[in-house]
């Protein structure tokens, strides 16, 4: 049994990396080009594109692995069933979930292999490039957060901070606007030139302040050189917040940052929770598509490779025709998220299932 194993582990590999090699490769290139365009644009380096183009890879490499997957799975059985190997394989006592099996357990172990990468490499690689992309174009200076909001809520009430510029290296912000919240009124504004993180007393001080209390219709303004700002979040938390793009935090991230932004309305937390599921069901496509896969690799019939092809992407299309479906119907609020996140998976599933389970029969 063990050879059997290995034989179909190795008629099904050999496609599954021309596959990862072939997606992903059409993938970066078409990344490729837009970079170049942005180097003459900018007059760029090649060194900065390729530095820009390697940031990009990761994310490319988990979209196009689901994608190889089902091509490997495809290609590779539907050589040995071509050739009637695998009908050898049954006349001499393997059973048909036998030959199925390491094709299975290798689309779950590709599966959590994307999803480790998906959860470790890609959120960085996609910060890096962001940072890298906005120091190159000149929008944003390195490190630096420009026009950052941030909703606090804490013992006293809710607070609305805004900063012209955030560093995150420095735990500073620059030209600070902070208003205080009580029952929906606006009870004091404070304006600072800057506003610190101080490690010793665990809180954040603004410096050169302005503070506004307001009393019915009075107001009283007070100059204050060094002040307790009141916000509660750390700045691990402050950066944290300060990112706002799914994919550039981990699932983790994502969650901690639903949980923890009070300002998201409904509509925008429905949305981020379809894209922190679809985090895990994108990576189990792998496992999807080759469940999809198997039973139609197994069907008794000859098939060439570039049958192989065009079904592939018949069903990559589908795919995604689905999620997008999907992700429209949980975002509307129609489907919980984790339904719209997996809903294509779901569907793939029991047809696969359906499909191996009759064949086998």
Same mark, same amino acid.
Request: proline share 5%; with cysteine; net charge positive.
């Given at each position: 049994m063990r050879i059997v194993t290995r034989y179909i582990l190795r008629e099904l590999l050999g496609p599954f990396f021309f596959g990862l090699f072939l997606f992903g490769g059409i993938l970066v290139g078409n990344i490729f080009v837009s970079l170049t365009q942005l180097a003459q644009s900018y007059g760029l380096p090649f060194s900065t594109v390729l530095r820009l183009l390697v940031y990009q890879i990761p994310e490319n490499l988990a979209y196009g692995t689901p994608m190889a997957m089902l091509l490997g799975t495809l290609i590779g059985l539907g050589k040995m069933t071509g050739y009637s190997e695998?009908?050898? @394989?049954?006349a001499g006592g393997v059973s048909y979930f036998r030959i199925a099996m390491p094709v299975l357990l290798t689309g779950l172990i590709v599966?959590?292999?994307t999803l480790v990468l998906n959860? !470790? *490499?890609?959120p960085v690689a996609n910060r890096a490039y962001?940072?890298?992309?906005? *120091?190159? &174009? #000149?929008? *944003?200076?390195? #490190?630096?957060i420009r026009h950052?909001? +941030?909703?606090? &809520? #804490? %013992?006293?009430?809710?607070?609305?901070l805004y900063a012209e510029e955030y560093y995150p290296a420095e735990e500073r912000m620059v030209n600070v606007l902070i208003q205080e919240l009580e029952k929906g009124s606006v009870v004091r504004t404070i304006q600072s030139q800057e506003l610190f993180w101080s490690e010793a007393d665990y809180g954040w001080f603004f410096r050169e302040g302005q503070i506004y209390q307001y009393d019915g219709e009075k107001v009283f303004p007070v100059r204050v050189a060094k002040g307790f %700002?009141?916000?509660t979040r &750390?700045?691990?938390? *402050?950066? =944290? +917040?300060?990112? =706002?793009? $799914?994919?550039? @935090? %981990?699932?983790?991230?994502?969650?901690?940052?639903?949980? !923890? !932004? $009070?300002?998201? %309305?409904? #509509?925008?937390i429905r949305n981020l929770q379809v894209q922190l599921h679809l985090k895990i069901a994108v990576p189990f496509a792998c496992f999807f598509f080759a469940l999809l896969g198997t039973p139609l690799a197994l069907q008794p019939q000859r098939r060439t490779s570039s049958a192989g092809f065009g079904l592939s992407f018949l069903f990559v299309f589908i795919y995604y025709l689905l999620m997008g479906v999907g992700s429209v119907l949980g975002r509307a609020g129609t489907i919980p998220p984790a339904l719209g996140a997996w809903f294509q998976n779901i569907l793939f599933g029991l047809f696969g299932g359906w499909q191996l389970i009759r064949k086998a029969r």
């Amino acid at each position: 049994m063990r050879i059997v194993t290995r034989y179909i582990l190795r008629e099904l590999l050999g496609p599954f990396f021309f596959g990862l090699f072939l997606f992903g490769g059409i993938l970066v290139g078409n990344i490729f080009v837009s970079l170049t365009q942005l180097a003459q644009s900018y007059g760029l380096p090649f060194s900065t594109v390729l530095r820009l183009l390697v940031y990009q890879i990761p994310e490319n490499l988990a979209y196009g692995t689901p994608m190889a997957m089902l091509l490997g799975t495809l290609i590779g059985l539907g050589k040995m069933t071509g050739y009637s190997e695998t009908i050898a @394989m049954q006349a001499g006592g393997v059973s048909y979930f036998r030959i199925a099996m390491p094709v299975l357990l290798t689309g779950l172990i590709v599966s959590g292999t994307t999803l480790v990468l998906n959860e !470790n *490499v890609v959120p960085v690689a996609n910060r890096a490039y962001r940072e890298e992309r906005a *120091v190159v &174009t #000149g929008a *944003v200076p390195r #490190g630096v957060i420009r026009h950052h909001f +941030l909703a606090d &809520t #804490g %013992s006293t009430g809710k607070r609305l901070l805004y900063a012209e510029e955030y560093y995150p290296a420095e735990e500073r912000m620059v030209n600070v606007l902070i208003q205080e919240l009580e029952k929906g009124s606006v009870v004091r504004t404070i304006q600072s030139q800057e506003l610190f993180w101080s490690e010793a007393d665990y809180g954040w001080f603004f410096r050169e302040g302005q503070i506004y209390q307001y009393d019915g219709e009075k107001v009283f303004p007070v100059r204050v050189a060094k002040g307790f %700002s009141g916000l509660t979040r &750390t700045p691990g938390e *402050v950066a =944290q +917040l300060a990112r =706002q793009k $799914p994919t550039e @935090m %981990s699932w983790s991230e994502l969650q901690w940052y639903i949980q !923890n !932004n $009070p300002q998201l %309305s409904e #509509g925008e937390i429905r949305n981020l929770q379809v894209q922190l599921h679809l985090k895990i069901a994108v990576p189990f496509a792998c496992f999807f598509f080759a469940l999809l896969g198997t039973p139609l690799a197994l069907q008794p019939q000859r098939r060439t490779s570039s049958a192989g092809f065009g079904l592939s992407f018949l069903f990559v299309f589908i795919y995604y025709l689905l999620m997008g479906v999907g992700s429209v119907l949980g975002r509307a609020g129609t489907i919980p998220p984790a339904l719209g996140a997996w809903f294509q998976n779901i569907l793939f599933g029991l047809f696969g299932g359906w499909q191996l389970i009759r064949k086998a029969r």
